[in-house]
């Protein structure tokens, strides 16, 4: 991997027992590695099926599709998500590794079987994935870094869209979230100058009301409680012919 600068946390409090425990015995079975190759692309259905099940002598059913969430946080959003959809295989990345043990104890809890965890940056992640091999991603509530010359520590940026819009499938959705006005406008400015992505909503409540397959988490909480008011935003993955066509 190249070197990169990462600008956040990597570790917090010390972990409680329990969490710890499922650290080292829970992680390493559900943990994403990449391939060895420089130039490997990971297998998606056989990171589903193979060695790195739940439980040694469970046998996974193929997934219909996969989802990733970058950035997961405490996991409550992913782990709902994969709850409800249990035919979906999920890839959750995040640096974080208090972030990461509260996801696993969303999966003890819950005894969710179609989660994978990558803990490290995304962006060594992203270029190892298949080309068109993710139905839907999601970045929900990023660090806002809201100073201007920190703008550039973002996680929506060119480079990260042109990566996203290589693994999203045709008609795949990009969800994003924030309450920071800033990042917002951010958001909306990077993406919309975009000829491979294409914003869903019709009227104003389409992205001032969030989704009902969108569970609440705590830091949207927080900052509604703080008078903020997140932003619920969905793009679309424009089919790749139809770009060609439209932009020769």
């Not at 130039?39 to 219909?64: I, M, N, R, T, Y």
């Not at 405490?74 to 979906?88: D, F, I, S, T």
């Not at 400015?189 to 988490?217: G, K």
């Amino acid at each position: 991997m190249p070197e990169r600068q990462f600008y956040g946390r990597r570790h917090g409090r010390p972990l409680r027992a329990k969490l710890q425990a499922l650290v080292e015995t829970l992680l390493p079975r559900l943990r994403i590695d990449l391939p060895a190759e420089a130039d490997g692309v990971a297998d998606l259905h056989c990171l589903f099926l193979e060695g790195q099940a739940p439980s040694p002598d469970h046998v996974a059913a193929p997934k219909s599709e996969f989802w990733l969430e970058i950035g997961f946080g405490g996991g409550e959003h992913l782990a709902w998500q994969a709850a409800h959809r249990p035919e979906v295989g999920f890839l959750g990345a995040e640096y974080f590794f208090n972030g990461i043990a509260s996801l696993l104890r969303h999966i003890d809890d819950r005894r969710l079987e179609n989660l994978r965890i990558y803990d490290g940056d995304v962006r060594d992640l992203l270029p190892r994935l298949p080309a068109a091999s993710l139905t839907r991603v999601f970045i929900l509530f990023p660090d806002p870094w809201p100073k201007s010359r920190h703008n550039k520590r973002r996680l929506v940026q060119d480079d990260t869209l042109d990566e996203l819009a290589r693994v999203l499938a045709d008609n795949g959705e990009l969800r994003l979230a924030t309450d920071d006005p800033d990042y917002l406008c951010w958001m909306l400015e990077h993406l919309m100058r975009r000829r491979d992505f294409v914003w869903t909503a019709d009227q104003a409540q389409d992205w001032r009301r969030r989704p009902e397959d969108w569970p609440e988490t705590r830091y949207e909480r927080k900052a509604i409680e703080a008078g903020r008011k997140p932003a619920y935003l969905k793009f679309r993955r424009l089919p790749r012919a139809a770009v060609g066509r439209a932009f020769p």
